[in-house]
């Protein structure tokens, strides 16, 4: 919520973002910088997503490790995989906040002025299109939800907003 109250409640924060360049005496306007972010992590978690070591959920494992009534515990070898595993959703949801959080600030910057800003916007999008936005602002709201971290207002924001993004995808 506060990112996106920061972004849409405080009067032309949105045009800075826009006609600003990064620190350090950069060339690269701040919308630049967050839509190559976007693209970045949003590459990075659709790699972990898709990466086979995650497969060993599947593999077929002994009944009796399993067992209700056993009071064994897993050997070092499937603990060892299963936190290597954790480690890895770790990264793949840390790179999906980052690039829902980049593509929420876009997005809000298109909510307060889509006409000016939308092909300058598209222009930094995978295939220059707004799926690839949509797609994660989706998963990001739906986790959100589920993790009860918004409230009813920042639900409200976040529809708007996705609503918004998947009008302009095609």
């Known amino acids: 919520n506060l990112l996106i109250n920061l972004v849409q409640n405080t009067k032309d924060v949105y045009k800075h973002l826009m006609q600003q360049n990064m ?11 967050l839509g190559k972010l976007f693209c970045e992590q949003e590459s990075s978690a659709a790699r972990a997503e898709s990466h ?10 002994d009944d009796k490790e399993f067992d209700e009534q056993s009071d064994t515990v897993p050997t070092n070898e499937s603990g060892a995989t299963f936190n290597r595993a954790l480690q890895k959703a770790a990264g793949h949801m840390e790179n999906t906040f980052v690039a ?11 909510l307060r002025d889509q006409a000016t800003y939308v092909s300058q916007i598209r222009e930094l999008m995978p295939q220059k299109k707004f799926d690839t936005m949509a797609f994660i ?13 918004f409230t009813p207002s920042g639900v409200k924001i976040l529809e708007e907003i996705i609503s918004m993004v998947l009008s302009l995808c095609g």
């Open 137 to 149: 602002l989706k998963k990001f709201f739906v986790f959100m939800q589920m993790s009860h971290a």
């Open 52 to 61: 086979e070591e995650n497969d060993w959920m599947m593999e077929d494992v």
């Open 100 to 110: 829902a959080f980049s593509g929420v600030i876009l997005a809000v910057i298109l």
């Open 23 to 33: 620190p350090g005496g950069s060339s690269l306007k701040i919308y630049e910088y």
